[in-house]
């Protein structure tokens, strides 16, 4: 009379692979800058920002604390912490930076391990602090995490390329320092991104400059709508506070604001085929969150239905039926929310494969990212396959009422 439980390996995916399997990172442009001569000078500081960073997703928590929701919850702060790893502050020497991340629940408390061989103190400070937002933002978990008993741990890796991650170079030249200085600054001006709160962001090209050492100023050309303008119109008051050495009497940089928006599934048409992967995989990574969290819902809801059922078994009158069939209930409920998130995850692979399909239609160099789209698709699959299996074992446990 209780429901078996089957735990499975989480194995975290993700688009980004895409951009690993074909070697395509967003970063380098050429553009004019330097002193009276305007030399071409080699910017390596360009790369799209994170819009849902200002604007997280909300995540209701299950009823209790496990392994899986601990993780899930790790999984969807991803986005900050590649954000950190932007700044060259955070990344030592090495191209590749990993952080591991291990939070444990119990005790009357919430505890962080923050570890990486790459990974500077300045970086493991900056990823604290975005964990520590994180999880505050969570409605109702510091209670649940604080009667966790006995602890429970998740544990949560991302992975660095510099060069093919989001990434800011400085030193190589006085244009590059200055794109990078306004890209790392950029994350912190969440109120000119309200217009994009609920929208897709557009690409905004600029010119910024500054003559005799004084602030930078932007001129932004013709946004392509009304919200967009009103983002460039706040950027352009926020240019002068960015801090820069000026090593030229003259500075000219062409810089496009370039964004991503992991909260908000739009796609993105106007930028390029790099930036749109990145934008699936940022949807991509909250949406397999929720799956790994509704993962765990199912996992509390079948431990408690299976405590009930051995309780049962053992003194059947100490049972009301009546509370069989509510938890068997409660139960099924669960698997249904987690083959939901399953599915929206589907959605999202779904995409990227025909993205990736329509790019290897113009250039084979795309084939290796097809196959790392298609595996992904076949492996959600046969998660959400393994997902109503279980549903069904929890279905043939129920007392009849409650199927």
């Not at 305007?38 to 910017?43: G, L, N, P």
């Not at 090495?94 to 500077?120: C, D, M, R």
């Not at 000026?246 to 370039?258: K, L, W």
Request: glycine letters at 8%; charged letters at 20%.
């Amino acid at each position: 009379m209780h429901a078996a439980m089957t735990k499975k390996a989480i194995i975290l995916r993700s688009s980004a692979a895409v951009l690993v399997a074909t070697g395509l990172g967003l970063g380098c442009a050429a553009a004019a800058g330097g002193g009276a001569t305007s030399e071409q000078q080699r910017i390596a500081a360009l790369s799209a920002s994170d819009v849902g960073l200002c604007f997280p997703s909300s995540i209701t928590p299950p009823s209790a604390v496990n392994t899986e929701v601990l993780t899930g919850l790790l999984v969807a702060v991803r986005p900050a912490v590649m954000e950190c790893l932007v700044s060259p502050q955070s990344r030592g020497a090495a191209q590749e930076t990993t952080v591991n991340l291990k939070t444990t629940a119990g005790g009357g408390k919430l505890q962080h391990n923050i570890s990486g061989p790459n990974l500077t103190p300045e970086g493991a400070v900056c990823v604290k602090e975005a964990l520590d937002r994180h999880f505050a933002a969570v409605q109702g978990f510091a209670a649940l995490a604080a009667a966790a008993n006995p602890p429970v741990s998740g544990e949560a890796q991302v992975t660095h390329k510099a060069g093919v991650s989001p990434t800011v170079r400085l030193g190589e030249n006085e244009s590059s320092d200055v794109a990078g200085a306004v890209r790392l600054a950029q994350t912190t001006w969440c109120e000119c991104y309200e217009p994009w709160k609920a929208a897709a962001p557009h690409p905004l090209n600029a010119t910024l400059s500054s003559q005799g050492g004084m602030a930078l100023t932007a001129k932004f050309e013709p946004a392509a709508d009304p919200a967009s303008q009103k983002v460039a119109e706040c950027l352009s008051g926020k240019i002068s506070d960015v801090k820069f050495t000026a090593r030229s009497s003259q500075i000219n940089v062409p810089y496009t604001f370039m964004f991503v928006h992991s909260g908000n599934a739009a796609p993105l048409t106007d930028v390029p085929p790099e930036v749109q992967i990145r934008q699936l995989d940022g949807v991509r990574t909250q949406r397999a969150a929720r799956a790994v969290i509704a993962l765990g819902g199912r996992m509390a809801a079948a431990q408690a239905y299976d405590a009930l059922g051995k309780k049962y078994n053992a003194a059947p009158d100490s049972v009301p039926v009546e509370d069989l069939t509510k938890g068997c209930a409660a139960l099924l409920a669960t698997d249904d929310a987690w083959l939901e998130t399953l599915n929206q995850q589907l959605e999202i692979d779904e995409q990227t494969l025909a993205l990736v399909q329509q790019l290897k239609a113009k250039d084979a160099e795309w084939g290796r990212a097809e196959e790392a789209s298609k595996n992904a698709v076949d492996v959600t699959k046969q998660d959400i396959e393994t997902a109503k299996q279980m549903k069904t074992g929890d279905a043939g446990a129920c007392p009849r009422d409650a199927k």
